[in-house]
């Protein structure tokens, strides 16, 4: 197996054997197709991108203004009419996504429908997609209810832009051309209208050349392991992030799958999940444009999409479906399904880091539960937070859906390779996949100075700062050897155009030669293995082994203060100021959203109180314990008394406030 053994789309002979062109095909153009064609062309290349980031700037303002009016109409008592349409189509999305979809979130759907469908109607006019689509029909449907409160007042000032949408629409042709644009609308109009949302789920787009690398891979290890292909029947395919359908679209635009092959794979054999609605809507599009670019036949909307979180949709059964009916039975169908191949860019969230962010992950006890019992259960770790992080909890989810057979393919964070934390994870990869194959992109921009340069760079440009690793995880109950671990390092000092340049040259795993075969030690490490005459010296303390010789016997957490820039300054005068500023915003805060009058049990009134509360970091910095005390309505006074000194740093002498009703948590 050589390099560059795989392309895109079929070559065809361009020159004859003496180097002379095979064929002059006929000038048959007209002036206004070379003129599509040539803009088309341009559009491929460089996208729209000036006249996108002013539409992304208007529409986020115009986003919100709907907001606030949907809000309007909703807290309005008189509007019952229109309140118990929007709670039904909430009851039933919580189902199909999940219960922490806060009422917000739904609005902000409504909002996003609402002022890019005119623009999906402009791009596509020739088939109407929020016609057909189940998600767009149902949110139509509210809407409508809402109708006649004149919501399409904001979307007026917009015409104008509608209108030059359907111009440029009209001179772009070629389905690549349109998702270009699309996706770079998408990508602008979401950091810029919802950047909250683009930080919690971890919102990143792959470079195409990865893509393509992973769908290589994967057909050239289905070929090696199974003697079948991406197109082989029976061969079902998921990209359970899909986010505006990548993957999916250079699946059907790559060759991998027959003409033959393509209309049965694409109506019963593709499938792909998305969280969120405006992506959802994109990806649909996206694989509709790419198949019927390809297959000439009457429009055929792509039915293996569902609108849903992944994650929730194996943790329970779909309780509500009438509004939703459509999106729900899509969902059963593929809980049925019997998955081999899943690929994808998972999200890459690990939760917030900050409280007053109020915009933490969500729970799922059930894929928690599996983690706790393999991942962490193998760990060496104490603090195994980093286990439940997204893209570990895809690795667990993917593993456990493909049963005994079946091949994964992810571009991930690659901390798992080497963090101590993941030695429990590295453990049981080996166990549960016959053979592993890590491609280590590096970028790791948590670094500086020359080991900074040498991890060269980011591989999702701005999007995230983590190392980056494509995996291809292979479960074949045949093979004659299991926990094969190949592993290859992309290099030092490279940038990002020539990190991707090598992974086009590459093609697949194929096209590597140089895999370093990796044997874990008894600690689970693949890399920098550790060295066990380390543990012959005596410990500085443990609390498992009461008996062990150790330097010191007590343990204390220190002063655990939560919000360090208000108890600690080196001047006394500012910093009771500090304290007593913050103190007596936290009690108008809690005068202010009527804190007393919260009912139901501690955990429940948090929950109440946690959104309702300001998040100004320049007025107060929350932590769970201030939570609790604004649940409590508990108004807080600033004791003088509790003022004291101590040493911040080493050799740092600094003034702190010890009130415990301002330290989060005391040693």
């Not at 694409?266 to 790419?290: D, K, R």
């Not at 040498?454 to 999007?463: A, D, H, M």
């Not at 429940?604 to 201030?626: A, G, M, Y």
Request: glycine residues 8%; proline residues 3%.
């Amino acid at each position: 197996t050589g390099k560059g053994q795989y392309g895109i789309g079929e070559k065809r002979p361009k020159y004859d054997a003496d180097g002379q062109m095979t064929q002059q095909g006929d000038l048959t153009y007209e002036v206004g197709e070379i003129e599509r064609a040539i803009y088309a062309k341009i559009v491929d290349k460089c996208g729209n991108r000036h006249h996108w980031e002013d539409w992304a700037n208007d529409i986020a303002k115009i986003a919100r203004t709907h907001i606030d009016r949907i809000h309007g109409i909703l807290e309005n008592p008189a509007n019952t009419k229109e309140k118990a349409a929007f709670e039904a189509f909430a009851a039933e999305l919580r189902d199909d996504l999940n219960d922490s979809v806060s009422d917000g979130e739904i609005v902000e759907m409504l909002a996003q429908h609402l002022v890019t469908k005119p623009v999906f109607d402009a791009l596509f006019d020739e088939y109407s997609f929020a016609k057909h689509n189940p998600m767009a029909k149902a949110m139509q449907s509210v809407l409508d209810a809402l109708h006649e409160h004149h919501l399409e007042k904001e979307a007026d000032t917009l015409e104008k832009f509608y209108q030059s949408v359907k111009v440029r629409a009209a001179g772009i042709d070629s389905a690549e051309g349109k998702q270009k644009i699309i996706v770079e609308l998408y990508d602008k109009f979401f950091r810029n209208a919802f950047p909250r949302m683009t930080e919690r789920l971890g919102i990143v787009y792959t470079p195409v050349e990865v893509v393509d690398f992973i769908l290589h891979s994967v057909n050239h290890l289905l070929q090696q392991e199974f003697g079948q292909t991406l197109g082989s029947k029976g061969v079902h395919i998921i990209d359970p992030f899909t986010g505006t359908g990548t993957f999916i679209t250079r699946l059907i635009q790559s060759g991998l799958i027959n003409d033959k092959e393509l209309p049965h794979k694409y109506q019963h054999e593709i499938h792909a999940n998305e969280l969120v609605l405006l992506a959802y809507y994109i990806a649909a599009i996206n694989i509709e444009a790419a198949y019927h670019g390809l297959i000439l036949d009457d429009y055929t909307p792509f039915e293996g999409i569902c609108l849903t979180d992944t994650f929730q949709m194996y943790e329970k059964d779909d309780l509500v479906d009438e509004l939703l009916e459509d999106n729900s039975a899509r969902r059963k169908r593929q809980k049925d399904l019997d998955i081999r191949v899943i690929v994808g860019n998972p999200p890459y969230s690990v939760g917030q880091g900050d409280a007053n962010a109020n915009n933490a992950n969500v729970a799922y006890p059930a894929l928690d539960t599996r983690i706790r019992d393999t991942y962490a259960a193998r760990s060496d770790a104490t603090n195994k937070n980093a286990l439940y992080d997204s893209y570990i909890r895809s690795i667990r989810w993917a593993s456990d859906r493909i049963g005994n057979a079946g091949i994964i393919g992810f571009v991930t964070n690659a901390g798992f390779v080497e963090a101590n934390t993941s030695n429990g994870l590295r453990k049981c990869l080996a166990d549960e996949f016959s053979s592993l194959y890590i491609f280590h992109l590096r970028g790791n921009q948590r670094t500086s100075g020359e080991t900074s340069r040498k991890e060269g760079g980011k591989i999702f440009g701005s999007g995230s700062r983590a190392p980056i690793a494509i995996s291809l995880l292979v479960k074949n109950p045949s093979a004659e050897e299991h926990g094969q671990i190949y592993f290859h390092d992309i290099g030092d000092y490279l940038s990002q155009e020539e990190k991707l340049e090598k992974i086009a040259d590459y093609a697949s795993v194929g096209g590597i030669e140089q895999w370093q075969r990796i044997s874990p030690d008894e600690h689970g490490d693949w890399l920098k293995q550790r060295d066990d005459s380390f543990n012959q010296f005596i410990v500085m303390g443990s609390k498992d082994d009461k008996s062990a010789e150790v330097l010191f016997h007590n343990y204390t957490r220190g002063l655990e203060t939560g919000r360090d820039a208000w108890v600690i300054n080196s001047s006394v005068s500012k910093v009771k100021r500090n304290v007593m500023s913050m103190l007596d915003f936290y009690n108008k805060e809690v005068c202010r959203i009527g804190a007393a009058s919260l009912q139901g049990s501690k955990k429940e009134r948090i929950d109440q109180v946690t959104p309702l509360l300001s998040n100004d970091t320049t007025k107060i910095s929350w932590t769970s314990s201030l939570f609790a005390d604004a649940a409590d309505a508990t108004t807080l006074k600033f004791f003088p008394s509790c003022t004291g000194s101590m040493l911040y740093r080493p050799f740092t002498k600094q003034a702190f406030v010890y009130d415990p009703n301002v330290i989060h948590r005391v040693g």
